[in-house]
């Protein structure tokens, strides 16, 4: 009987040391697979230069719309937040995240610089997060998220009239976020907790 | 139990051949002027608590007891060390942006009290390395506290 107990072990170490080897096998896969992504959204984002080519201060153009693109995605996450949508929440994580890490700050001053990149590398992750959490995990992140946004339409300014809202139940003192519209729809516990929140201030 | 037979000593020697398989070993010979303890002039019993249940996978330098030597325990650790440090890395804490320091204290605050950090699979194999409730509050106290100070 040890000897089955001894044996049995040793499979199960066997086993173990394999599904390590397996597991690293398809991370690199999608490592790749982020990398073409990201190719992807480059294409994208060229097609938006093209199509507004018209106006001639490209510079500040290219500015805007990269500013624009962040809130555009993170309204999509809000929104799968909303709804509660685990897939849709990450994929508009991942979205994001290219977003951000094809964001070029040179047209900013030096000073604005330092802190966009510091907004940028840290928003970055949590995106990656959300892209690769449970629905949980991924408002823990939207929560951290918000206050990188909040503090990035602060230097680049925004078009869009936006609503920060806040809603006091949420964990670690409430939860902040940003909307396009003055109505609430909670982020942070979608059905559970649809109405529950105030508008604290609006930006523009 | 005759299958068993045939396949525990194969078993046995391809956990002996997979030893000499060379990894990568996480260590450095100082400790860096950027490490968390020491930037942070954190308590000594935090500081140990930290190095026993964190510092393995989140800094550059893992202390190797022989059974984190041995394959394929190693690998399984290699992989969580490379993991790891990408998140968060306690020996360049203080080449973080403050921004950063404030995101990545939220994070330890956080998967320390929904239990996610130390991961179970490593305190299966590292017992030591798991909190007790105290230590555990003590850690999340000391993290909050550190994170108030900086704002």
């Not at chain 1, 509660?84 to 070029?104: P, R, V, Y």
């Not at chain 2, 194969?10 to 100082?30: D, H, K, W, Y």
């Given at each position: 009987?040890?000897?089955?107990?001894?044996?049995?072990?040793?499979?199960?170490?066997?086993?173990?040391?394999l599904?390590?080897?397996?597991?690293?096998d398809?991370?690199?896969?999608?490592?790749?697979?982020?990398?073409?992504?990201?190719?992807?959204?480059?294409?994208?984002?060229?097609?938006?230069?093209?199509?507004?080519?018209?106006n001639?201060?490209?510079?500040?153009?290219t500015?805007?719309?990269?500013?624009k693109?962040v809130?555009?995605?993170?309204?999509?996450?809000k929104?799968?937040?909303v709804?509660?949508?685990?897939?849709?929440?990450?994929?508009?994580?991942?979205?994001?995240?290219?977003?951000?890490?094809?964001?070029?700050?040179?047209?900013?001053?030096?000073?604005?610089?330092?802190?966009?990149?510091?907004?940028?590398?840290?928003?970055?992750?949590?995106?990656?997060?959300?892209?690769?959490?449970?629905?949980?995990?991924?408002?823990?992140?939207?929560?951290?998220?918000?206050?990188?946004?909040?503090?990035?339409?602060?230097?680049?300014?925004?078009?869009?009239?936006?609503?920060?809202?806040?809603?006091?139940?949420?964990?670690?003192?409430g939860?902040?976020w940003?909307?396009?519209?003055?109505?609430?729809?909670?982020?942070?516990?979608?059905?559970?907790?649809?109405?529950c929140?105030?508008v604290?201030?609006?930006?523009? | 139990?005759?299958?068993?037979?045939?396949?525990?000593?194969?078993?046995?020697?391809?956990?002996?051949?997979?030893?000499?398989?060379?990894?990568?070993?996480?260590?450095?010979?100082?400790?860096?002027?950027?490490?968390f303890?020491?930037?942070?002039n954190?308590?000594?019993?935090?500081?140990?608590?930290?190095?026993?249940?964190c510092?393995?996978?989140?800094?550059?330098?893992?202390?190797?007891?022989?059974?984190n030597?041995?394959?394929?325990?190693a690998?399984?650790?290699?992989?969580h060390?490379?993991?790891g440090?990408?998140?968060?890395?306690?020996?360049?804490?203080?080449?973080?942006?403050?921004?950063?320091?404030?995101?990545?204290?939220?994070?330890?605050?956080?998967q320390?009290?929904?239990?996610?950090?130390?991961?179970?699979?490593?305190?299966?194999?590292?017992?030591?390395a798991?909190?007790?409730?105290?230590?555990?509050?003590?850690?999340?106290?000391?993290?909050?506290?550190?994170?108030?100070?900086?704002?």
């Amino acid at each position: 009987m040890k000897k089955v107990n001894v044996t049995t072990m040793m499979i199960a170490v066997a086993v173990l040391g394999l599904t390590v080897i397996s597991c690293k096998d398809e991370k690199t896969e999608h490592t790749e697979e982020a990398g073409m992504h990201s190719e992807m959204n480059h294409e994208k984002g060229m097609d938006h230069d093209n199509m507004s080519a018209s106006n001639t201060g490209m510079d500040s153009n290219t500015q805007n719309l990269q500013a624009k693109q962040v809130l555009t995605d993170y309204m999509t996450l809000k929104d799968a937040l909303v709804a509660t949508d685990e897939k849709a929440a990450a994929d508009a994580g991942k979205q994001l995240q290219n977003t951000l890490q094809s964001f070029d700050v040179s047209n900013f001053t030096t000073e604005q610089q330092t802190e966009l990149k510091d907004i940028i590398e840290v928003a970055t992750e949590h995106a990656e997060h959300i892209s690769r959490s449970d629905v949980a995990h991924q408002r823990e992140h939207f929560q951290m998220l918000t206050k990188d946004v909040t503090d990035m339409v602060a230097i680049t300014g925004t078009e869009n009239t936006l609503y920060q809202q806040f809603c006091p139940m949420y964990a670690d003192g409430g939860g902040a976020w940003l909307s396009m519209e003055r109505e609430i729809k909670n982020p942070y516990f979608g059905s559970k907790m649809m109405k529950c929140g105030k508008v604290k201030k609006e930006i523009n | 139990m005759k299958i068993l037979k045939i396949i525990a000593p194969i078993l046995l020697v391809a956990l002996l051949g997979i030893q000499f398989i060379p990894t990568t070993r996480n260590q450095s010979e100082f400790v860096p002027k950027t490490d968390f303890i020491k930037v942070n002039n954190t308590p000594d019993n935090i500081g140990k608590l930290l190095q026993v249940a964190c510092y393995d996978c989140h800094s550059n330098n893992t202390a190797y007891p022989w059974y984190n030597k041995v394959q394929p325990v190693a690998w399984f650790l290699e992989d969580h060390i490379k993991e790891g440090k990408k998140e968060l890395n306690f020996s360049e804490w203080d080449d973080y942006s403050s921004r950063r320091k404030n995101s990545k204290l939220k994070s330890i605050i956080r998967q320390i009290e929904d239990n996610e950090m130390p991961l179970f699979s490593y305190t299966l194999i590292h017992r030591d390395a798991g909190f007790s409730d105290v230590e555990k509050a003590e850690v999340i106290e000391y993290m909050k506290w550190l994170k108030d100070s900086l704002q």
